[in-house]
């Protein structure tokens, strides 16, 4: 019994916020060494740690370029159509405009909140909306569990 909690923990963990269940590198995954080389760009461009990028990429897409949740968030960084057409995205399922835009954004979180990766990661998912009105991370259960997956990963990169 303890060995299935664990299971259902450890998954848990590894549920992206799509809604969509993504585990890392899912079957429709951009190969290790491309993905890498988009972040690694995107990252120097905008200031922002490739670990952190990687972080948030393998939580919101495992990877993979045509991820759509159910809110509809696009492509690898999940980006909202908004924000895509504020970073003048064409194509939000290319995945150099995708993870430039999704960068790009999260450059602006960490500036908002004085470099505070804890509040920007919590903005990336909840919106800044809602880590201003609760003055931290929203009392939600997703985005509390996005938070921790994504610092968890970003600490391991």
């Not at 916020?17 to 905008?46: F, I, K, M, W």
């Not at 920007?120 to 609760?134: E, F, H, S, T, W």
């Not at 985005?143 to 990963?153: E, G, I, K, M, W």
């Amino acid at each position: 019994m303890r060995k299935v909690l664990g299971l259902f923990m450890l998954l848990g963990l590894l549920y992206g916020c799509s809604g969509a269940g993504y585990l890392p590198y899912a079957p429709h995954a951009l190969d290790p060494a491309s993905l890498q080389s988009l972040v690694t760009e995107a990252s120097t461009r905008n200031g922002v740690s490739p670990a952190l990028v990687n972080a948030v990429v393998m939580a919101e897409s495992a990877g993979n370029p045509s991820a759509i949740s159910v809110a509809g968030a696009q492509g690898l960084m999940q980006l909202m159509p908004g924000t895509s057409a504020s970073c003048g995205v064409s194509n939000p399922f290319d995945p150099q405009q995708n993870v430039d835009c999704g960068t790009r954004y999260l450059r602006g979180l960490l500036e908002r909140y004085n470099e505070n990766v804890e509040l920007a990661v919590a903005a990336y998912n909840a919106g800044p909306g809602a880590v201003d009105q609760y003055h931290g991370v929203p009392p939600y259960a997703e985005t509390r569990a996005y938070v921790s997956r994504v610092l968890t990963a970003y600490r391991n990169y």
